[in-house]
């Protein structure tokens, strides 16, 4: 069974850059949907982005399109989400999951899921 793990969350100002990685281990990772979820205080969980299982397709939601971006290296076992543009609306925890069934891409179902990393936006 594969399990994830996010890092590199922290502290930044607005307009500033974070990335952040997932990192996969404990079974085969390559041909997973790979999919990114945040979550503020009090709101509910945000669908950010995903990846498919060669990396050659994403897509985005509408509150992160043009300003974050997801890559893979499946040789790493490693996802990244970089964060450019960043907005005090953006603090949440961000999560990684993953999924071996293609409908993740429409759905949004996942299966696996990380522990989190705290991102904190400041004004």
């Known amino acids: 069974q594969v399990l994830l793990a996010e890092s590199g969350g922290g502290l930044v100002q607005a307009g500033g850059s974070l990335r952040l990685s997932c990192a996969a281990s404990?079974?085969?990772?390559?041909?997973?949907?790979v999919g990114w979820f945040r979550q503020a205080p009090g709101k509910e969980r945000e669908f950010v982005g995903a990846?498919?299982?060669?990396?050659?397709?994403?897509n985005y939601g509408d509150s992160v399109n043009g300003r974050f971006s997801i890559s893979r290296d499946n040789a790493k076992n490693m996802v990244y989400l970089q964060m450019n543009s960043l907005k005090p609306e953006d603090t949440a925890v961000y999560y990684c999951?993953?999924?071996?069934?293609?409908?993740?891409?429409?759905?949004?179902?996942?299966?696996?899921w990380g522990q989190g990393t705290q991102v904190s936006v400041s004004s």
């Open positions: 999951a993953a999924e071996q069934s293609a409908r993740a891409w429409v759905t949004n179902e996942y299966s696996i």
């Open positions: 404990g079974g085969p990772f390559s041909r997973y949907i």
């Open positions: 990846i498919n299982w060669y990396g050659g397709n994403t």
